[in-house]
């Protein structure tokens, strides 16, 4: 009994246990973090005209400032921190400032150019930036103070610019690194579809391991109720007949009790009669004398 109690604990273990380490398989995918760009000093940036985007303009990586957010394109995808050097996440699409930001500023910013008008763009240190950036913005700083340096230079219309923004977005999405970034993200949904069916059969398998436990537990219940119950029966049984003998004990010796009275009564009573039939004998033997 304690065999059988003992390898049904065991099997029960080694059904269970396993559960919850393949319930936490799941399909994770990785991206790779921008490698860190090294700053002598904090930057200095420029503000690009038409925009209220700020770009540090001595390192050949993009890096952007705008809205309280350091921003980084690289290989295709954009990555965001509040730290121009350190502190980069992913961020999963095209931030919305990015096509008003004209794809040759390097060249204009090397030739002091701006569309054929002289630009006399103003270095601003990071420290002044993060404590102004705000105050700019929202009280259009730039559009004030000069047309952000460029000499008699009018800002577009509203429709230019929408027009010049449709073209960047086309523009921007015909290059390699982002079309490859767009197939990789094709492929693994598909990566993912495959290996949906591995993790559903697991779960599965999982599902009818309980099943298979219920199945066998009756079984094993089964068999241990006819042992119990013939281990029982004899011991009940035998309970059963003590108390009927005790209660045949007391009828057995009630009867004898009374069968003995009456011949004791019967015996007594012709004791108790002869003297009384001897007296007449005597009696009369003595009369018999007398005469």
Known sequence: MKKLLFGTILLALVLVVPIPTMAGVDVSVSIALPPLVVFAA?????????????????????????????????????????????????YDSVPSFYFDVDPGWRGYYRDNNWYGHRWNYERIPNQQLQQNWKGWQNDRHWERQGTWGVQSYQPRPQQ???????????????????????????????????????????????????????????????????QVQQQRQPQVQQQKQQPQQRVQQPQQSRPQSQTVKPQVREAAKPQQAKPQQGKPEKEQGGKQDRK
């Not at 390192?59 to 309280?68: K, S, T």
């Not at 999405?173 to 982002?178: A, F, G, L, S, W």
């Open 160 to 226: 230019q610019k929408q027009e010049l923004r449709q073209q960047r977005q086309q523009q921007y999405q015909q290059r390699p690194e982002v079309q490859k970034q767009r197939q990789s993200q094709v492929q693994k949904p598909q990566s993912q579809q495959q290996r949906q069916p591995q993790v559903q059969k697991q779960r599965q398998s999982q599902v009818q391991k309980p099943q298979v436990q219920q199945q066998r537990q009756p079984q094993v219940q089964q068999q241990r109720q006819p």
């Open 42 to 90: 904090p930057p200095e940036l420029i503000v690009l005209p038409d925009t209220y985007v700020y770009v540090v303009p001595d390192i050949d990586v993009d890096i952007f400032f705008y809205n309280g957010w350091w921003w980084r394109p690289w290989e295709g995808r954009w990555y965001r921190s509040h730290y121009y050097n350190r502190g980069w996440s992913y």
